[in-house]
């Protein structure tokens, strides 16, 4: 019986309304709704899977979902109690599920819910909804559709053969000769285009082209470039480099895992009936980089397999094989390092297009597989980010201009519709302080020409050109600021403007070292992914941004590069030869994926890493000495010991010598920190034995380390940070006091200026702020004189520098950034808690400074937006913070008598959804759910 029929018996009948629903409810449909009912206060929104929205392709047998609840009006304490998840495999079938519904689970868990239905094959698209009920049990509406694609799930579905260009052979570039200056004499042959003419013959109903190239690919069909990605597949250790032993930094070929990131495209509106042309460029890349820190793979090659499903249900394969054509394209160079050179005059037109005439191109040729594992690209990629206008352009002579676009960044400069004549050459100069390359354009001269450089990225606020054709105009020319998609979620404040400007520069900065999926140390000298630089940083990162996807992927990346047989964890991931770095780098195989756990609540990330986290304590303790010292000694391949092995802190102010502060001191406070770690890693696990094993090593190597390094004469660990390290780990009176007033001393003796390397400037602030030492915290962070922060913007910098010392290393280097954290946790007064992490529960406890008249933070979190707003007069001081719907909060109120206090206007008593805790210290603390709490202070 359908309803219809129902409605009509019940009529006929003459049964009552209520009969009429029991009939419904028989046949398994809802019951009305009943006008009176209340809705549910919370909607679920912003779905995501596997941190990204509607991801084009995914290879996790069972993938993650995650939405954010959002209240619906003004109410507090909001919170779900259960959710339905259901998945189909068209939006259309969403009613009816076909591949999973999980019926209402009674669960508060909104993050990484696991897929549970059907298995999904190869190439299974599916799409899902989710429902949740509030804290009164009333459901709300279903939310808008999510969408997520299966990737090739087995070696076996890649019918395609990896191709490239018959003029170029399978080995790399040599390095050049000179060292890290050394530029080679020959940058090969120009960049291959390739080419396949194929036809539709049916009606498609879907049309998704699986793909990826080496070094980087651009993507062609029926002559549009396919998607706005740039610089893509992102890096990764692609395979197998025999000569990485024979490497300064001689780093074993024996990583865990080797891969190659695949994207998914569909062209389903793109193609059309007839004949159709696939089409892609090919650019060096990291797989072919030529350059002193890098080891290179092997020449261009690409691969592509593109599935039609038609109307009627029968399917066609497209993919690579030596059936395609290739041909020179106009990048005569394009070398990540050292930049590229464009000769628009040998341009084909309409060479991606149906057509054309290829009859003159050579057939492409089949290409060694690389050694690394397909794996579907569930990453952002890079993109452009920004654009900006020349702020002023000034002509040297005749041709020649300096154009300045305010702020450094890295990318390219577009040159928009100009006009110049047949083989006019304009060269390109970039200021960034350290070499990125330069830029070649030769005019094709026959019209207006428009053109970007596509296979590498420049670091610049300013360019000098020269050759160029008349008068150079703003509408001539546009920056394009290019990075690693990443979203911007916070929002930071202060009265004071240098605080505001040092958060500017150092975001700035970081994203300018975001590219192919991990953070580079500088953007323009080595552009690897150095794990020290990334630990020391990473929570700050997470600070602003939404940055789930990137660490996911990194974090895997740095996983991935541990040499299984030792533990080892080099000092970049993807690992590069030339990068130097010590024990603190390969930490960050402990410190990340926690930072990551207690940030976003994903316990996975701990089970995926687990194992690495203890491989690296093993390897520590091979250099760890009988009195529980770790002093790492590695070695080279000449036998002798290698500093770039071995270091300890980085960029510690006037450390000619390399050794104000002892290295064993810095190894031993991180063999501390990874035990530390993984015992906390391992009770969150559910291994008892393990955390209990973790947690006696810890306190042994924390009891070794005060016994060694404490100087009971001058009563303290040393200068130069060795106070830093060792109040952060945790000390007992009387000796905690004593290193307390050590640094204080420390500190004045420098001037009041910090002057701690990357690592001890990343705790110092916090060490102060937690000590009660807040305010000089603030008088060193507001410092302007060399050393400090703020000596950077008086130099004009736009971005956080390498070093202290004026003019020394890079100027684009985000590491000494790890210490704003201090801005958020300690000043704004925001932090996650540990015990119930991804801010279930909030720490609100701002550290009011007398120079401030307010602070503000806020952030996106798992649960949604979050922050904390404070503000001070003579006799007020008023705070609101934000908790998001599921999240809890634990309020510290600055005030001594709770009878100062109100909440909304009212006393907090009588305030609805605030318990008053008691005091702590010179705090009033409070308990609150979900909502926006306004309270004052009468002073």
């Given at each position: 019986m359908n309803i219809n029929t129902a409605l009509s018996t019940c009529?006929?009948?003459?049964?009552?309304?209520?009969?009429?629903?029991?009939?419904?409810?028989?046949?398994?449909?809802?019951?009305?709704?009943?006008?009176?009912?209340?809705?549910?206060?919370?909607?679920?929104?912003?779905?995501?899977?596997?941190?990204?929205?509607?991801?084009?392709?995914?290879?996790?047998?069972?993938?993650?979902?995650?939405?954010?609840?959002?209240?619906?009006?003004?109410?507090?304490?909001?919170?779900?109690?259960?959710?339905?998840?259901?998945?189909?495999?068209?939006?259309?079938?969403?009613?009816?599920?076909?591949?999973?519904?999980?019926e209402k689970v009674l669960s508060a868990a909104s993050n990484r819910i696991e897929y549970a239905g059907q298995a999904l094959g190869s190439r299974q698209e599916c799409w899902w909804q989710v429902r949740v009920w509030d804290q009164d049990d009333k459901p709300s509406g279903w939310s808008d559709p999510g969408f997520w694609r299966m990737g090739l799930l087995n070696p076996g579905d890649w019918q395609a053969e990896w191709i490239g260009a018959p003029w170029q052979g399978e080995e790399a570039f040599p390095k050049p000769d000179g060292g890290p200056n050394g530029i080679p004499q020959d940058f090969g042959p120009?960049?291959?285009?390739?080419?396949?003419?194929?036809?539709?013959?049916?009606?498609?109903?879907?049309?998704?082209?699986?793909?990826?190239?080496?070094?980087?690919?651009?993507?062609?069909?029926?002559?549009?470039?396919?998607?706005?990605?740039?610089?893509?597949?992102?890096?990764?250790n692609y395979g197998k480099r025999p000569s990485l032993a024979n490497s300064l930094i001689n780093v074993p070929d024996d990583f865990r895992r080797?891969?190659?990131?695949?994207?998914?495209?569909?062209?389903?509106?793109?193609?059309?009936?007839?004949?159709?042309?696939?089409?892609?460029?090919?650019?060096?890349?990291?797989?072919?980089?030529?350059?002193?820190?890098?080891?290179?793979?092997?020449?261009?090659?690409?691969?592509?397999?593109?599935?039609?499903?038609?109307?009627?249900?029968?399917?066609?394969?497209?993919?690579?094989?030596?059936?395609?054509?290739?041909?020179?394209?106009?990048?005569?160079?394009?070398?990540?390092?050292?930049?590229?050179?464009?000769?628009?005059?040998l341009e084909q037109k309409g060479w991606s297009a149906p057509g054309f005439d290829d009859s003159a191109w050579e057939h492409a040729v089949k290409k060694k597989a690389p050694a690394g594992d397909l794996v579907a690209h569930t990453a952002h990629p890079d993109k452009v980010t920004e654009r900006l206008q020349p702020v002023a352009i000034k002509q040297i002579g005749e041709g020649h201009y300096q154009v300045d676009f305010g702020v450094e960044i890295s990318g390219w400069v577009r040159l928009n519709e100009v006009e110049g004549p047949a083989?006019?050459?304009?060269?390109?100069?970039?200021?960034?302080?350290?070499y990125s390359g330069e830029n070649t354009y030769i005019f094709k001269g026959e019209g207006k020409e428009s053109y970007a450089p596509r296979f590498n990225w420049f670091v610049f606020s300013g360019i000098d050109i020269k050759n160029w054709p008349g008068e150079l105009r703003s509408e001539h020319l546009t920056a394009e600021a290019v990075n690693?998609?990443?979203?911007?979620?916070?929002?930071?404040?202060?009265?004071?403007?240098?605080?505001?400007?040092?958060?500017?520069?150092?975001?700035?900065?970081?994203?300018?070292?975001?590219?192919?999926?991990?953070?580079?140390?500088?953007?323009?000298?080595?552009?690897?992914?150095?794990?020290?630089?990334g630990q020391v940083a990473c929570q700050t990162v997470i600070h602003h941004f939404d940055a789930r996807n990137f660490y996911h992927k990194w974090i895997?990346?740095?996983?991935?590069?541990?040499?299984?047989?030792?533990?080892?964890?080099?000092?970049?991931?993807?690992?590069?030869?030339?990068?130097?770095?010590?024990?603190?780098?390969?930490?960050?195989?402990?410190?990340?994926?926690?930072?990551?756990?207690?940030?976003?609540?994903?316990?996975?990330?701990?089970?995926?890493?687990?194992?690495?986290?203890?491989?690296?304590?093993?390897?520590?303790?091979?250099?760890?000495?009988?009195?529980g010292i770790m002093f790492s000694q590695r070695k080279g391949g000449n036998g002798e010991v290698l500093k770039w092995f071995n270091l300890s802190d980085w960029e510690v102010y006037n450390d000619r010598s390399g050794t104000a502060i002892a290295d064993g001191l810095v190894h031993t406070f991180y063999f501390w920190q990874c035990a530390d770690i993984a015992a906390k890693t391992a009770a969150v696990l559910g291994f008892e034995e393990d955390a209990e094993t973790y947690r006696a090593l810890a306190g042994q190597t924390k009891a070794a380390f005060v016994q060694r390094f404490y100087d009971e004469k001058a009563e303290?660990?040393?200068?130069?940070?060795?106070?830093?390290?060792?109040?952060?780990?945790?000390?007992?009176?009387?000796?905690?006091?004593?290193?307390?007033?050590?640094?204080?001393?420390?500190?004045?003796?420098?001037?009041?200026?910090?002057?701690?390397?990357?690592?001890?400037?990343?705790?110092?602030?916090?060490?102060?702020?937690?000590?009660?030492?807040?305010?000089?915290?603030?008088?060193?962070?507001?410092?302007?004189?060399?050393?400090?922060?703020?000596?950077?913007?008086?130099?004009?910098?736009?971005?956080t520098r390498e070093s202290w010392t004026d003019g020394k290393g890079s100027f684009n280097h985000p590491m000494f950034g790890g210490g704003f954290t201090w801005f958020y946790r300690n000043l704004a007064g925001m932090q996650a808690l540990p015990a119930k992490p991804g801010y279930q529960e909030i720490i609100f406890k701002p550290q009011p400074v007398e120079a401030l008249d307010f602070v503000t933070y806020q952030n996106q979190t798992v649960y949604g937006e979050a922050g904390i707003a404070w503000k001070q007069a003579d006799d007020r001081f008023s705070m609101e913070v934000t908790v998001p719907v599921g999240s809890t909060a634990k309020v510290y109120v600055p005030a001594a008598k709770l009878e100062a206090i109100t909440e909304s206007g009212k006393s907090p008593g009588s305030s609805p959804g605030v318990q008053h805790l008691g005091a702590a210290g010179d705090y009033q603390l409070f308990a609150v759910g979900s909502g926006r709490y306004q309270f004052e202070v009468s002073r």
């Open positions: 009529l006929q009948t003459g049964l009552r309304f209520g009969i009429f629903v029991i009939m419904l409810t028989a046949m398994g449909c809802e019951s009305p709704p009943d006008a009176t009912a209340k809705a549910s206060a919370i909607q679920p929104q912003a779905l995501s899977c596997e941190y990204l929205p509607n991801p084009s392709v995914v290879d996790v047998a069972h993938p993650r979902m995650a939405w954010i609840n959002l209240p619906t009006g003004n109410q507090r304490g909001l919170s779900q109690t259960a959710y339905q998840i259901r998945v189909a495999s068209t939006q259309a079938k969403l009613e009816t599920p076909d591949l999973w519904d999980s120009p960049a291959p285009m390739l080419r396949k003419a194929f036809e539709v013959k049916k009606e498609v109903a879907r049309a998704v082209v699986y793909v990826t190239g080496l070094g980087y690919f651009e993507l062609y069909v029926n002559g549009e470039k396919v998607g706005n990605d740039v610089l893509v597949p992102n890096q990764t080797y891969k190659v990131m695949y994207l998914a495209y569909d062209l389903t509106e793109q193609l059309q009936p007839g004949k159709n042309v696939l089409g892609s460029i090919l650019g060096n890349g990291f797989y072919n980089p030529a350059k002193f820190w890098c080891e290179g793979y092997g020449t261009p090659r690409f691969l592509a397999q593109l599935h039609l499903t038609y109307t009627d249900g029968s399917q066609e394969v497209v993919v690579t094989d030596e059936s395609w054509k290739a041909a020179k394209s106009p990048i005569l160079m394009n070398m990540v390092y050292y930049g590229e050179t464009y000769d628009a005059r083989g006019q050459q304009v060269d390109i100069a970039f200021n960034g302080n350290l690693t998609y990443i979203e911007e979620t916070a929002v930071f404040e202060t009265s004071n403007p240098l605080f505001n400007e040092l958060n500017v520069i150092w975001k700035r900065s970081q994203t300018d070292n975001m590219h192919g999926g991990i953070a580079s140390d500088c953007p323009h000298r080595e552009r690897n992914g150095y794990t020290g630089d895997q990346d740095i996983y991935d590069a541990q040499i299984e047989a030792t533990g080892y964890v080099p000092n970049g991931a993807p690992w590069q030869p030339g990068c130097g770095g010590g024990v603190a780098w390969g930490a960050a195989i402990c410190l990340m994926p926690w930072d990551f756990y207690v940030h976003y609540g994903s316990v996975d990330m701990l089970e995926d890493t687990y194992e690495g986290m203890k491989g690296y304590i093993r390897y520590m303790q091979t250099w760890v000495d009988e009195a303290s660990f040393g200068n130069h940070g060795s106070n830093i390290f060792a109040l952060q780990m945790g000390l007992e009176e009387p000796i905690k006091a004593k290193a307390l007033l050590a640094l204080q001393q420390n500190i004045e003796a420098n001037g009041g200026h910090p002057y701690s390397g990357i690592f001890g400037t990343r705790y110092l602030f916090e060490v102060l702020a937690e000590n009660d030492l807040n305010e000089l915290a603030y008088q060193i962070m507001n410092r302007r004189e060399e050393p400090s922060f703020g000596r950077w913007l008086d130099l004009g910098s736009t971005t």
